[in-house]
Antibody
Framework: EVQLVESGGGLVQPGGSLRLSCAAS????????MHWVRQATGKGLEWVSA???????YYPGSVKGRFTISRENAKNSLYLQMNSLRAGDTAVYYC???????????????WGQGTLVTVSS | DIQLTQSPSFLSASVGDRVTITCRAS??????LAWYQQKPGKAPKLLIY???TLQSGVPSRFSGSGSGTEFTLTISSLQPEDFATYYC??????????FGGGTKVEIK
């Protein structure tokens, strides 16, 4: 059974840092692109970062330069290092798996349960 | 960046109703569009990918159509378990992705 379990969320002051983890099981982790998606309370979904199987990384402008996605295939783990945190980064953060179907990525077929990050003084 | 605009943002419907949600892209995205369903306190669930392909295990009352810049998600006969928020996602610029703003479907 595919499982994604996030951890590491919590309360952090503005300007602070936090590292999220996502433990994967039930599939060959190294063979999949992985993503982070966040959702502020009562708001929509926002894509936060992606990492390919070769370790290539991607970010939207809102977090570029502040967030770093990484993976450790030997530990079946995905990470998100978040620095210079702002109140606007407060959200539930989900990790998600992006399968390759044929030559395209159809979407995220598995998601974790999410971990809450609160940025407040 | 590709923007996605969903409409309506909220709709009220009854069990058995046919429901249609629209997602418009700011530029052509071919058929690289997915739809998700999200219930309160839960992670989103993939319903449809490639604009019209039903994800395994998703009931056939869900269908998707469209290409280019205009897409629709249709629920042919709304069931109690379908009351949720629905999001579209573009994958044309993968891995740089965007979601629509969401459509909340509530019970009339």
């Amino acid at each position: 059974e595919v499982q994604l379990v996030e951890s590491g969320g919590g309360l952090v002051q503005p300007g602070g840092s936090l590292r999220l983890s996502c433990a994967a099981s039930g599939f060959t982790f190294s063979s999949y692109d992985m993503h982070w998606v966040r959702q502020a309370t009562g708001k929509g979904l926002e894509w936060v970062s992606a990492i390919g199987t070769a370790g290539d990384t991607y970010y939207p402008g809102s977090v570029k330069g502040r967030f770093t996605i990484s993976r450790e295939n030997a530990k079946n783990s995905l990470y998100l290092q978040m620095n210079s945190l702002r109140a606007g980064d407060t959200a539930v953060y989900y990790c998600a798996r992006a399968p390759l179907v044929g030559a395209t990525f159809p979407g995220f077929d598995y998601w974790g349960q999410g971990t809450l990050v609160t940025v407040s003084s | 960046d590709i923007q996605l605009t969903q409409s309506p943002s909220f709709l009220s419907a009854s069990v058995g109703d046919r429901v249609t949600i629209t997602c418009r892209a700011s530029q052509g995205i071919s058929s690289y569009l997915a739809w998700y369903q999200q219930k309160p306190g839960k992670a989103p669930k993939l319903l449809i990918y490639a604009a019209s392909t039903l994800q395994s295990g998703v009931p056939s009352r869900f269908s998707g159509s469209g290409s280019g810049t205009e897409f629709t998600l249709t629920i042919s006969s709304l069931q109690p378990e379908d009351f949720a928020t629905y999001y579209c996602q573009q994958l044309n610029s993968y891995p740089l992705l965007t979601f629509g703003g969401g459509t909340k479907v509530e019970i009339k």
